[in-house]
């Protein structure tokens, strides 16, 4: 296992090289730089932006800037400067970083506590309405646009003042208790978790219901049955432990791509996180801020991959790895 | 009946108390929710008085779309940033008074200009402290003058302080005078000295002298370590989320009582990047002020303006502008291949293809439709907002299609093979492709509309929005495009000595032939001419007989196709006083340090 | 494994199982009459796709009146003018009654499928009178006939994209698990390589490579292909896994010592046997696609005027105030709910006809 587990990260090296390699070659194709934004402004001369640019090594050639930039993050473990906030971008990545966590965790409560047991309730019930009712609620999350369904909910949380329109924390919030803050983030957190974890819940509570169906086909559950065992404990005791196995190693896969796909989520409910940060880099073609925010969701992608396959080995013993 | 705040005598006060005593207890525990103002530290000998009044305390909470990138005035070039700290956290040796539109004393009391036009003096108000309580004098606006000027620094705004070809000299004389030499005479100074915001010398001369300064004051730094002059400090800001400004208690100015500004005791921007949640925002009354509205929600707006209690306020036409221009580069890229196709530059660089377009194009239009009625049509360089140098005298050529086909068809360009596109006479087609900033949802609107408009003429245009920084590319760098549609924001001060880079034939933004060596066009020739006797001349009469001229060479030239003038509109809590809207930036936030907010007020008039 | 013995072909057999599932099959004829409207746009629509008329923009949609003064009149429409600019409220002018026609001549020709011109139009009505089935955009477009429109674009991007991705997807990933070795490996880290950059940024930064000087009809194949660059590698990864195993089976070493050559084998042996896979997976991932577009219109890099597609219709849309007073803006956002909808029921319907067990086993 632990030979295993170094092997998978070191693994991420090469695989992080390729990736930052891929993402600077594509800020490079895309026309324009940092400065191009500033060249608009008629009361800046092109002397200026000219001088600018070479104050930030845009003037180079590309493969120079890779260069220097991987050189600096091999010895110096130094990701460069945000063109935009002339900082460390880890220092302006970070604080993100850990909203985008919470963000990110919080849809996938949101999407396996309910998956599962609507899953469950869906196969149990396979054909009866219960089932057509959960299987309809799925597909409804599945075919509603993400974007629309944010809007929906904000203009909802202004209408009905049941929840805050958008944002992480009241603007009271520091001079708040510990608890109360805690409960501010929480109901800041409801709608956009909601609005990130209705696709994977719906998709989720599809698998878990085939699962369960599939396992409640195979011999030993007949056995059970057989043996005259009461149905909820074939179901609950045997059939829902196995049927869920699958969806584990999907919880890190799942956690990896919220984390990376919630950015559309937080634009529009104004979540501080580092989805909209990046796509704001992303377009003002800020590159170091860019190559970082990549570096960090590549990796979170990578192990979240990992960790899913951690957790099958500890929750399935037959499964090992050397 | 509130009359709890501590005006000037104890007398007074006790009277207040007393009041208070009488109303009863409701009354009492609104006093507690705001105390009175305690001013700690000693009212500057030279304090500028204001006429207005207010009650202290409270929190005005507005909302920005991006994150502020640096709290240091001369590193800050976009929006995000110096909405925050130029004006409520910095301020200049002058002021602009937006509803006013004139420039007033700032940091300096008083100046003086030499009748050479060659040297300025300017004099300090006595008593000037910095917001950590340190004297402020000569040596911090003559520092703040070498950095701001320093080409080494990645500022931008190195260029607007020059004239002449040489950066204007700042000469301390001594500890609260500063004289400022020019190479050459430059009219609007003292308006625009007014966006150089005076930094501390005692808290940023060591890192400029390690070279460190471009790193200085990012917003990772302390609060406590950004020291400022204008009404409002730094009190801590969150990524992402917001950030909170709180009052300077050195600040340099009073209202008429002679009670220390600014009145609020918080400031806070919330940042929101989405304008729906921004527009939401303001209807749950989570934020003070929406500005602008987008123009297409105005309706809404209004119909809960009553309900939630806040007002829209129709601030009158913008001074931006949205215009069209078709390249007219005559110049060849490296591989000797022509920017332009030579069968369209010569279309593009005969006047009456022009003036046809601009036949073409229903401003009305696109006043009715993508505007709903809330604006009208331009056809002048400058809007009827900007009073000082608006000229309605300029040359128009208004939507009329047939006078549009007319001039094509004098040019010999008819539609010879009957597919609804003319030809020119060695048959190529008449057309060319627009483009726009695909992020600007209403200039879009104005290119599908124009798009379909100069069709029905017989011109085929390719509507093609890019990205903000392709398009830039384009329009800056390669020069290969047929025309673009944008507009162009005013500066503060409306003053067109600083649009020099557009309309001089050497400009860098002069978009639809920049940076020519000499003037293509005697009309280009005579616009520079007019220019350079515009930006010696410091009366601004006699400048805007300049420009008057400038402007009308433009409507007759049709070098830009000017297409509307849009209305501004911005919503205000009914609770929020003293405000001045006004339609210069910042609309209503320009003089914040009057601002107050009668909040507890409003909760009394709804028991 | 499958030992029903039956006479009918697979074809019969998956048929008999799909069409027991209502809405698998509901799901599919709403695809077939969205994609036979999609073709036939041109004539079901009553105006061409970039007409204005900008007086009469947010146009609500006409009602159809059928009787006048209690008098059956066959279908005919009120004339409507501007009351409210700014609110774009519209008054009926009482009176004005202007038939619906049918089979009229429009303005502009078309051709039926690119091949035979006309101008023969549904219907239609004569000005000054306006028939907005679904309403006006800003410009007074007709809501009705860009969403006919625009369902071209949107219908068409998932199908072309996917056939894309799952050509690439099953040919490298099916010769990576054939072939193994040094090409395997290749192909495996490259597959992982776009699999570790999260997809919004990818296509973003794709977006942003490719010239966007470009028409709109340009701009929908770039799209295409940047959606269909990212979407094949995680096809390829499991048709890759599934060959391995396949390619060990008894009837593909027959193959092989039969002397069959390896293109041969991938594709006559092995391949077909991951069809019923495929095409399931191929239905779900088509409203990845239709939702793709959506978010590319959202942020500004879509489909682009005057163009239509149902993204950027929707985008229009994505504004509160025509949640409040403008609903008929919301219907192109009802269509794509609509098809990602029907797919999915097809997909499902798919899965079930298609699965083995099923045709044995049937229910528990």
Known sequence: MRTYLLRRVLSLVPLLLGVTFLAFLLIYLAPGDFLSQMAENPMIS????????????????????????????????????????????????????????????????????????????????????????????????????????????????????????????SIDHDEMQWGTQLLDILHHLVLPALVLGTVPM?????????????????????????????????????????????????????????????????????????????????LKQDLYLVMGSVVIAATMLVLGNLIADVLLVLADPRIKYD | MRKGRRWSGSALALVAVGLGLLVGPGCGRKESARPSFVDPHPIPAGANKRAIEGK?????????????????????????????????????????????????????????????????????????????????????????????????????????????????????????????????????????????????????????????????????????????????????????????????????????????????????????????????????????????IVLDQVPLFEDEAEKSGYQVVDLGLDLATDFMWLNQNPGKDPTGKPYVEPYKLALFRDVRFRRAISHGVNREGIVKSVLQGRGVPLYEPYTRTNKAFWNPNVPKFPYDPEKAKALLDEMGLVDKNRDGVRETPAGKPVEFTLHTNSENNLRKSFGTVISEDLGKIGIRVNFVPLEFNTLITRLRADYRYDAILLGLASSTPPEAALSGNVYRSSGITHNWNPRQKTPSTPAEAEIDRLMDQLIAESDIAKRKEYFDRVQEIMGEEQFSIYIVNRKLYVGLRDYVRNARPSVIRQHVTWNIQEIWVDKADAKVAAR | ???????????????????????????????????????????????????????FGYHPPTPVHWFADGRFVGPHVLASELVDIGRSTYRTIPGERHP?????????????????????????????????????????????????????????????????????????????????????????????????????????????????????????????????????????????????????????????????GTLRIL???????????????????????????????????????????????????QNIRVLKSMPWMLIPGFFIFIVVLAYNFLGDGLADALNPRKVTGGKS
């Not at chain 1, 989805?275 to 992303?282: I, M, Q, R, V």
């Not at chain 2, 001369?74 to 110096?82: C, D």
């Not at chain 3, 219109?297 to 849309?317: C, D, H, K, R, V």
């Open chain 2, 56 to 292: 202290h305390g409270g929190r005005f909470v507005f909302v920005t779309i991006g994150d502020p990138k640096t709290f240091n005035p001369p590193l800050a070039n976009e929006v995000s940033s110096t909405d925050i700290i130029n004006g409520p956290m910095f301020v200049g040796l002058t002021a602009y008074n937006n509803a006013d539109q004139r420039t007033e004393p700032g940091l300096a009391e008083s100046w003086e200009a030499s009748p050479d036009g060659l040297t300025y003096t300017f004099k300090l108000r006595p008593g000037l402290r910095w917001s950590d309580g340190a004297t402020l004098d000569a040596d911090d606006v003559v520092f703040t003058a070498k950095v701001s000027l320093d080409p080494a620094l990645p500022g931008a705004t190195r260029d607007i302080f020059q004239s002449g070809g040489k950066v204007w000299e700042f000469v301390k004389v001594d500890s609260l005078t500063i004289q400022v030499k020019l190479a050459a005479p430059f009219g609007p100074l003292v308006d625009v000295i007014g966006s150089m915001y005076i930094v501390p010398e005692h808290r940023l001369a060591a890192s400029y002298a390690d070279g460190t300064f471009a790193s200085m004051w990012g917003t990772d730094t302390p609060p406590a370590d950004i020291v400022c002059n204008g009404p409002f400090r730094l009190k801590g800001f969150v990524p992402g989320e917001k950030c909170v400004l709180e009052r300077n208690p050195h600040y340099w100015e009073v209202d008429q009582n002679g009670l220390r500004l600014p009145y609020l005791d918080e400031y806070v921007f919330l940042i929101v990047k989405d304008l729906n949640t921004m527009a939401l925002k303001f209807q749950a009354g989570e934020t003070d002020l929406i500005d602008p």
């Open chain 3, 100 to 260: 619906v026609r049918f089979f009229v001549q429009g303005r502009q020709e078309y051709r039926v499928l690119g091949l035979f011109p006309t101008r023969t139009r549904l219907f239609g009505v004569d000005p000054p009178a306006h028939l907005y089935l679904f309403g006006s955009d800003k410009y007074g477009r007709d809501t009705y006939s860009r969403l006919l429109y625009g369902s071209r674009v949107s219908l068409s991007i998932g199908l072309i994209g996917i056939a894309i991705s799952f050509l690439i997807g099953t040919l490298v990933g099916g010769l990576s698990g054939y072939l193994g070795k040094g090409f395997d490996l290749v192909v495996m880290r490259v597959t992982e390589l776009i699999m570790s950059v999260p997809a919004l940024y990818l296509i973003l930064a794709l977006r942003a490579s490719f010239p966007s000087n470009v028409p709109s009809d340009r701009m929908y194949l770039i799209i295409v292909v940047i959606l269909a660059f990212i979407g094949w590698a995680s096809l390829a990864r499991i048709v890759r896994g599934m060959v391995l195993s396949l390619r060990e089976q008894e009837y593909v070493n027959a193959a092989r010592a039969l002397g069959a």
């Open chain 3, 267 to 317: 594709f006559r042996h092995i391949l077909p046997n991951t069809m019923s896979f495929l095409i399931v997976a191929a239905t779900i991932a088509v409203p990845g696609y239709i939702l793709g577009e959506v978010t590319l219109s959202f942020l500004g890099i879509g489909i682009q005027e005057p163009q239509a597609s149902w993204g950027n219709m929707l985008t229009e849309a």
């Open chain 3, 1 to 55: 494994m499958t030992t029903a013995v039956n006479d009918r072909s697979p074809w019969q057999i998956f048929w008999r199982e799909f069409k027991k599932s209502p809405v698998a099959l509901a799901g599919a004829g709403i695809l077939i009459l969205l994609y036979g409207a999609a073709i036939f746009a041109d004539f079901l629509a009553p105006w061409p796709m970039p007409q204005q008329d900008l007086d």
């Open chain 1, 46 to 169: 092109a002397e200026t932006i000219e001088r600018m640019r070479s104050n930030f090594g845009l003037d180079r050639p590309w493969y120079v800037q890779y260069g220097l930039w991987l050189k600096n993050v091999f010895f110096h473990l130094d990701f460069g400067e945000s063109f935009a906030f002339r900082q460390p971008v880890f220092q302006v990545i970070a604080p993100r970083l850990g909203n985008t966590l919470i963000l990110a965790l919080a849809a996938a409560v949101v999407a396996w506590g309910l998956a599962i047991p609507l899953g469950i309730l869906s196969a149990v019930k396979q054909y009866k309405w219960q089932d057509k009712a959960a299987s309809f609620f799925a597909f409804l999350g599945l075919s509603i646009p993400e974007i629309f369904f944010a809007l929906l909910m904000m203009y909802m949380a202004a209408k009905t003042g049941w929840f805050p329109v958008g944002g992480m924390r």
């Open chain 1, 202 to 282: 719906a998709a989720r509570m599809r698998q878990m219901r085939a699962n369960l169906l599939d396992v409640l086909r195979l011999d030993y559950v007949t056995t059970a049955r057989a043996k005259g065992l009461d149905e909820d404990v074939v179901v609950w005791k045997h059939a829902v432990r196995n049927a869920i196995n699958p969806l584990i190693t999907l919880f890190g896969f799942t956690l990896a791509t919220l984390l990376s796909g919630s950015f559309i989520v937080e634009i529009v409910m104004g979540w501080p996180g580092l989805g909209s940060l990046t796509l704001e880099a992303l």
